[in-house]
């Protein structure tokens, strides 16, 4: 059972992603500011994950408060929230959650609680947050494995498991376990998701733990093994849909999407509602996250490129919601139109 973000009483703790597969190591994060570079740094990643830790990390910078004044609390809860919000743009899971932290906290207020009291109020609602993260994957995981095949094939883009959520399930590695728990055969391939190799680091080391058959293979290769039969299906996760079912993921995956519809393979987005955003029209208004160009030009401390070369490193695009065949909730499966359908499992 892998849970890569969690509360103890000295910190908030955080499975250190960046050393995955060659070595598994626990930070204990004792500040809001070490939670948001841990956020900011990848020590924890993927949508879902960013939520609960920015949540986690709003809840240990308000235990931290030494005041006695709320008023004073109030101005270091708002520039916690704001620091927190400056992490990772596009992962809108981190925006969720920093507004339903504040939602508790001003109602705490309301309630004319004291300091120490919101201090608990807050850690409770971010373990909730948690909690039911990790049960949203196990619903996403019931409805989308009935959505594939026994004894087929899945091609999934960098990695949306348990590291990538709350932990247990996943979001497109959930819908995979979700269909192994089922009864059904299912092989996985993993593309190595340049230039943070999340599929060839983490994807591939999580289906080894739960002994998934997985091949690895470049970024390169997917439409080949596509024109050979050898993919089924597509599952991916996402960190912001839009309300018209645009899907921004990892950088990427608009290129296995197209290459998906041309070969006629479903291609299917696994993600809970908070990663649903009513609020923003189409994909045009996400944000795309840009990093550092070091990402590309080296792996860990081996230079791979000129010095001095010109670099894009985009970290998402937008998948049109045309090239999306299902978009699959903790509420149920959405399809076209999504303008109509997601907003419907928000109503129910």
């Known amino acids: ?120 109020t807050l850690i409770a609602e971010a373990k909730n947050i948690h909690d039911e993260d990790i049960e949203s994957q196990r619903m996403i995981a019931e409805h989308g494995g009935k959505l594939l095949a026994d004894n087929s094939t899945v091609l999934t883009h960098c990695n949306a498991g348990a590291l990538a959520t709350g932990g247990v399930w996943g979001t497109a590695l959930g819908v995979i ?41 470049t970024d390169s290769m997917s439409g080949h093994l596509m024109k050979k039969g050898r993919v089924q299906a597509v599952v991916v996760g996402s960190d912001r849909i839009a309300a018209n079912g645009d899907v921004a993921n990892k950088i990427g995956t608009y290129m296995v999407a197209v290459l998906a519809r041309q070969h006629n393979i479903p291609f299917y987005v696994a993600a809970p509602l908070s990663t649903v955003d009513l609020n923003c029209p189409t994909g045009e208004e996400i944000p795309i996250e840009e990093r550092n160009t070091r990402e590309v030009t080296h792996v860990q401390e081996i230079q791979l490129a000129p010095e001095g070369i010109s670099v894009n490193n985009y970290a998402f695009d937008v998948t049109p919601n045309e090239f999306v065949d299902a978009i699959i909730t903790e509420k149920g499966v959405a399809r076209a139109p999504y303008t109509e359908t997601l907003r419907r499992m928000f109503d129910e």
């Open 1 to 120: 059972m892998i849970i890569p973000v969690k509360w103890s009483d000295e910190g908030v703790l955080m499975l250190d992603q960046r050393l995955l597969p060659t070595e598994e190591k626990w930070l204990t994060l004792k500040s809001y500011t070490e939670v948001a570079d841990g956020i900011r740094e990848m020590v924890v990643r993927g949508a879902p994950a960013i939520g609960v830790s920015a949540a986690y990390g709003i809840a240990l910078g308000v235990k931290n408060f030494v005041g006695t004044n709320i008023a004073d609390l109030v101005e270091e809860f708002d520039y916690i929230s704001e620091v927190m919000g400056k992490t990772r743009p596009t992962a809108v899971n981190l925006f969720w959650a920093i507004e339903r932290m504040r939602r508790t906290f001003d109602q705490a207020k309301t309630d004319g609680k004291s300091i120490s009291d919101i201090k608990q």
């Open 177 to 217: 376990r979700g269909a192994v728990n089922q009864g059904k055969t299912i092989a996985v391939i993993a593309d190595e998701t340049r230039p943070y190799l999340q599929g060839a680091r983490l994807t591939a080391w999580e289906l080894q733990q739960d002994n998934i058959p997985v091949t690895l293979i």
